[in-house]
Every structure is written in structure tokens, then in C-alpha cells.
């Protein structure tokens, strides 16, 4: 096993590993505490259109992902405050419009591309040290903007119209907020793809939310889940010769399951105080 460390790819993965792991459980939080867990699956869409059309047109494939992704996050937001429109309907569309535009993309490519496929399904093991580089940079930012403004995204993600109505910029921390979160998505693209991305950010907040009611130890529950699965998912499909990206989100599901059979939470079947002073009451009016 020791061999593992005597090569530089397989360090480079590990340290995006554990990178990776902690960003998406960190942004996924917030999102799967506010309900909007199926904004990452909408971004990381746009995105992959922005990584064709770099492919395309010979630009920066990750630059392109980038100003997809920023792109389709402020409509999305737009549409859902000014259009009338939930988020969720407002995503499905635009994760249907930016798949559609990546399918055009690749139609219009001259020839089959390889490295498009990589960041459509993902692969640990081929970040590079640029790729290093610009998830450090990412990492930082949204880890300090998540230091700063933990409060106030707090207060918004459990009562957002109070936090509006007490002066908070609500519009300005939440882009914001949108912001990192398009740029976890985009650095994470490499190491798990299009399609399981979003599975990093939900599923390490899902599992912590089984375990406490409390945001901040929920945090370093998901924190924890989100770097363990990463890289026990990466040592995996290295000995096992299986998919990296895939690997990563079945041992994530299996901690989501751990989490959720030892969960304090669980519902049990014998009805709670409320519910039975309820019930009696009805009955006795039933009777009278």
C-alpha cells in the first residue's frame, strides 16, 4: 500500500482528495439546509457547456466553465425574483438549456475528443499541479468567505425573510455565496465529473444532517464525511482499477447510510406528545 505515496499523481489526488471533499460538503450545507440541493446539479450543467464550448473554440475549458456557470447562476436568480418563478423550476430549466448547448457543442466539434469525456465522467487520478493550484485558490476563498460571513448565512438560510426585513444585503450575501459555490463546482469537475459532482455537495450534508440539529457541528460532520469518502473512494478505485468519480459517490452514499441508521432523528413509529394530545382531543369531541 505504501507504494501509493511514492508517486506524484497519486499525492496530487489525495490533496485534491481531501480538498475537494471539504469544499462540497462546506458549500452543500447551506444549499441542502435552504432546499435548493438541486442548484449544484444546474450549475455544474452549465459548466460542462462551458467546458465544451472552451474545447470548441480553443479557449480555457475551466475559464469557460467558470463564466457558464456565473452566467446561469445570476439568471436563475434573477428569474426566480423577478419572473415569478421558484428556484427549482428556474433550475430545471437552465439544466436543461446548458446540456443541451454542451450536446451542441460536441456535435459541432470536428472530431471526438477525449477530454471532454473526462470531465463529463471525472478521473482523481489525472489532476495535474495546475489543477492543485486552482483548487488552493478556490479553497481559500470560499472557506474564507464562509469564515466571514457564517452568520449572516446562517440567519438567511433559516429565515431569509427576517433576514431581509432586518437590513441584512441578503441579494449581495447569497450571489456571493452562489459565487464559491460555482467555483467549488467548477475545480471539482476534473476529479468527478459532470455528472456525480453534485452527488459531493448533497450527500456529505444529507449524512450530517441525520446526526445533529446544530449548523455548526453539522458542518464538521459533513466536512468529515465529504473528505473520507473522497479519499477512501480514491484509494479504492486505485487498487480496484474502478472509475474514480463513481467510486467517491458510492462510499459517500455509504456513510449517508451509516449516518442515517444511527440517526438520533430517525421517526419512530410511537406518536409524539403533540400528536397524541391531538388525537385524544379529536376523539373526544368525536364522542361528545
Request: glycine share 8%; hydrophobic share 55%; charged share 10%.
Amino acid at each position: 500500500m505504501f507504494d501509493f505515496f511514492h508517486y506524484d499523481f497519486l499525492l496530487r489526488s489525495l490533496i485534491a482528495a481531501v480538498l475537494i471533499g471539504s469544499l462540497g460538503a462546506t458549500v452543500g450545507v447551506f444549499l441542502v439546509l435552504r432546499g435548493l440541493s438541486f442548484i449544484g446539479a444546474g450549475i455544474a450543467h452549465a459548466a460542462f457547456a462551458g467546458v465544451t464550448f472552451g474545447f470548441l473554440t480553443g479557449t480555457n475549458p475551466l475559464l469557460m466553465a467558470f463564466i457558464f456557470s456565473l452566467l446561469s447562476t445570476g439568471l436563475i436568480d434573477l428569474i426566480e425574483r423577478y419572473g415569478e418563478l421558484k428556484y427549482d423550476a428556474a433550475i430545471g430549466m437552465f439544466f436543461s438549456l446548458t446540456m443541451a448547448l454542451a450536446i451542441i457543442f460536441i456535435g459541432l466539434m470536428k472530431s471526438y475528443n477525449a477530454e471532454v469525456m473526462g470531465y463529463l465522467f471525472g478521473n482523481i487520478l489525472s489532476i495535474t499541479r495546475t489543477d492543485i493550484y486552482a483548487i488552493i485558490a478556490v479553497a481559500v476563498v470560499t472557506f474564507g468567505y464562509v469564515a466571514v460571513a457564517f452568520k449572516e448565512l446562517h440567519f438567511l438560510t433559516f429565515d431569509l425573510k427576517v433576514a431581509r426585513a432586518s437590513g441584512l444585503p441578503v441579494t449581495l450575501i447569497f450571489s456571493l455565496f452562489l459565487f464559491v459555490t460555482a467555483l467549488t463546482i467548477v475545480v471539482s469537475l476534473k476529479s468527478v465529473g459532470v455528472i456525480l459532482v453534485f452527488a459531493l455537495i448533497v450527500i456529505p450534508a444529507a449524512a450530517a444532517y441525520q446526526l445533529t440539529h446544530r449548523i455548526g457541528i453539522m458542518m464538521v460532520w459533513a466536512i468529515i464525511f465529504g473528505i473520507l469518502s473522497t479519499t477512501v473512494g480514491m484509494f479504492a478505485s486505485y487498487y480496484l482499477d474502478l472509475p474514480s468519480g463513481a467510486t467517491i459517490v458510492i462510499i459517500n452514499s455509504l456513510f449517508f447510510g451509516i449516518a442515517w441508521l444511527s440517526s438520533p432523528k430517525k421517526k419512530k413509529c410511537e406518536p409524539t406528545a403533540i400528536e397524541a394530545t391531538e388525537r385524544e382531543r379529536t376523539e373526544s369531541q368525536a364522542a361528545s
